[in-house]
């Protein structure tokens, strides 16, 4: 059973910047199976969840239009854990923001919902004007 831990969000003002990460843990000696992706969702007061950004296990990297030039994803493999590095922070940004495992079964899932079997608990991401 996969298990993945966030931390890193806060507040910061418009044009900030904050670097959330994620902890993974549960995965076999072999490390997560072939085709797997890890991904962040955001969900603001109000509206459904969005995928942000997603990365497999070759480190392609996948971006919601929103967040392209501004939010770098990135993963350390030896430490289980994945970042998400969010620059030029903006008050739309605000958001519960999401870890999540899975395997989605098209590049057009990457960041859908549906895409991730595993998730983690959330932590708040705050931009204030």
């Known amino acids: 059973q996969v298990q993945l831990v966030e931390s890193g969000g806060g507040s910061v003002q418009t044009g900030g910047s904050l670097r959330l990460s994620c902890a993974a843990s549960?995965?076999?000696?072999?490390?997560?199976?072939?085709?797997?992706?890890k991904a962040w969702f955001r969900q603001a007061p109000g509206k459904e969840r969005e995928g942000v950004a997603a990365?497999?296990?070759?480190?392609?990297?996948t971006y919601a239009d929103s967040v392209q030039g501004r939010f770098i994803i990135s993963q350390d493999n030896a430490k289980n854990t994945l970042y998400l590095q969010m620059n030029s922070l903006k008050p739309e940004d605000t958001a519960i923001y999401y870890c999540?495992?899975?395997?989605?079964?098209?590049?057009?899932?990457?960041?859908?919902?549906w895409g991730y079997g595993f998730w983690g608990q959330g932590t708040q991401v705050t931009v204030s004007s």
């Open positions: 999540a495992a899975g395997i989605p079964r098209t590049m057009g899932e990457t960041l859908m919902e």
């Open positions: 549960g995965y076999s000696y072999s490390g997560p199976q072939e085709g797997s992706w």
């Open positions: 990365i497999d296990t070759t480190s392609t990297e």
